[in-house]
């Protein structure tokens, strides 16, 4: 779920990443980090905190080049700790390397436990470490051998930026799991980021998707970038972009992320009716998904929860304790509005439940009198594997409760989930997607 950017070939390339990571802060609160090139030496700044915090002045002052990768983490593999922030820097035969990466990879503990027999001492617990050993130790002559070497021993999802003194290479997973996009910026060079919302903050025109399985590679002194397909493109991607983690202004293989939000509202409303007065967006992660929900059924939509905007996103705390905390610091009802009415609220998923347990709490104790609970994704059944910290089988609560147990662990009136075939149609039929959490499919052996 983390975010990554490169940027290539502008003066003030540090700063360009810098305002990427912000744009891109939903996806990872834990660290962050840039990493930057001045043609001869690589420079990395990279500390647990938001990007606002890390990033002063100074930092961005002190990060030279014309090329720059950068990273938000939010920890899927690796512990909380500094060691395993990125951009993970080394310094081998062939001279400097910097790397970021999303994504996880399946064999993580397999390619790992085979280096440090060979030897290999690792500082950190992420599994971008890795990829850093697999090409220090590779003999083959060029950067880029090197690395296609080591994507032939890794498996799982991913996206990388990887960048020597000289050179950027931006790597896409042959399935896609997670969103890279490619832009222009207007004052000259390129960006890769994970989200397209980065781009309009740093004034970047929209290229296109880097497809599954390609590498770009940015080389100084070439305006134009270089394109290798490295594998069989075989597309899944992860439906949970579109539900969950994505910004609802970018756009991922051409398809707005708001718009099929509230494709998804509309389609719980025709699947899930209900006699209410009024829908109700758990925010912000329903918002979209409730627009379409009160269009198509005609039910009046009001912002009934009020959101402070001042307390990060609870789904990535990496507590239970911090989770239930802040929704009780971030969700605040607005009681005339919700007194005596039959209210549906709205939210993309359930996880573990206790959110909705306190959201539902909340609406009732504002004085609602009736509270349905519709969500716009099918049940949470299996964990993920590639990039998504959906906890263990024994976590989930879809994977051990029915709806009807889940209904009155939360105490609504009613509940009920989007189904697998209406999430699809919602998000199209021209492609593949990752739909392991609801239907269990690893598709990556």
């Not at 080049?65 to 909380?80: D, L």
Request: hydrophobic share 40%; charged share 25%.
């Amino acid at each position: 779920m983390c975010a990554i950017v490169g940027v290539f070939g502008n003066s003030d390339a540090s700063r360009v990443a810098y305002y990427a990571l912000f744009a891109m802060q939903h996806r990872g609160q834990e660290a962050t980090g840039i990493s930057t090139s001045d043609g001869k030496n690589i420079t990395t700044v990279k500390k647990r905190g938001l990007v606002t915090d890390v990033f002063d002045e100074q930092a961005l002052t002190k990060l030279k080049g014309h090329m720059a990768v950068g990273h938000n983490r939010y920890s899927t593999a690796g512990k909380a700790s500094t060691w395993d922030a990125q951009p993970v820097y080394a310094s081998y035969q062939l001279g400097e390397i910097s790397v970021v990466h999303n994504g996880n990879l399946i064999n993580k503990n397999e390619v790992r436990n085979s280096l440090i027999e060979q030897g290999a001492i690792f500082q950190s617990d992420m599994d971008t470490e890795n990829i850093i050993h697999l090409i220090a130790r590779s003999q083959k002559e060029r950067l880029k051998d090197r690395i296609i070497e080591a994507l032939d021993v890794i498996k799982g999802a991913y996206c990388l930026c990887i960048q020597s003194r000289t050179k950027m290479f931006a790597i896409r997973d042959r399935y896609g799991v997670r969103p890279f996009s490619l832009g222009r910026l207007e004052n000259g060079g390129y960006i890769v980021s994970s989200e397209t919302c980065a781009f309009d903050l740093v004034g970047a025109t929209f290229v296109r998707d880097i497809k599954p399985g390609e590498m770009l590679i940015f080389e100084k002194g070439c305006d134009e970038y270089k394109s290798i397909q490295l594998f069989e493109p075989d597309p899944h991607i992860c439906a949970f972009e579109y539900i969950y983690f994505a910004r609802p202004d970018s756009d991922i293989e051409g398809k707005n992320v708001y718009a099929v939000r509230k494709e998804m509202g509309r389609a719980l409303a025709r699947e899930q009716k209900v006699d209410a007065d009024l829908v109700i967006p758990v925010p912000d992660s329903g918002v979209s998904a409730a627009l379409g929900y009160a269009e198509e059924s005609g039910i009046p939509f009001e912002m009934g929860i009020v959101r402070n905007h001042y307390v990060g996103r609870t789904f990535i705390e990496p507590t239970q304790e911090r989770r239930d905390m802040k929704v009780k610091l971030k969700l605040l009802p607005i009681r005339a509005l919700l007194k005596g009415k039959k209210i549906v609220v709205i939210d993309d998923s359930i996880v573990r439940g206790t959110t909705a347990k306190r959201i539902i709490k909340i609406l009732k104790e504002a004085g609602a009198s009736e509270v349905h609970m519709r969500i716009a994704s099918p049940t949470i059944e299996h964990p993920c594997k590639y990039g998504i910290d959906t906890p263990s089988y024994k976590e989930l609560i879809s994977a051990n409760y029915s709806i009807e147990e889940i209904k009155d662990y939360v105490e609504a009136d009613s509940l009920d989930f989007l189904s697998i075939d209406a999430l699809k149609k919602s998000l199209g039929d021209d492609t593949k997607y990752s739909l392991v959490s609801f239907d269990g499919n690893y598709f990556i052996k």
